[in-house]
């Protein structure tokens, strides 16, 4: 599963993050290596979490497995 959709430089930091220290999340890259663990049976399913619907639209629009669950935390 793919926890939070975005990526933070390396530190000590806390959420909310400060839009300085976050960095381009690859999620093409993770998605597609995350479907060759599946496809190799080292995953039942994969899934996200906290994906608002425009970052699911963008994994839609190339994912060639869809995740199994949008895990929404409050």
Do not use: R
């Not at 390396?10 to 290596?33: N, R």
């Not at 190799?40 to 699911?56: E, H, P, W």
């Amino acid at each position: 599963m793919i926890h939070w959709p975005i990526s933070v430089q390396p530190g000590d930091w806390q959420p909310p993050y400060s839009e300085e220290v976050i960095t381009t999340f690859d999620l093409k890259g993770v998605w597609t290596a995350m479907e060759e663990c599946q496809k190799l049976g080292l995953a039942k399913s994969i899934g996200v979490s906290n994906f608002t619907c425009k970052k699911l639209e963008d994994l839609l629009s190339f994912a060639t497995i869809p995740p199994s669950v949008n895990q929404v935390n409050p």
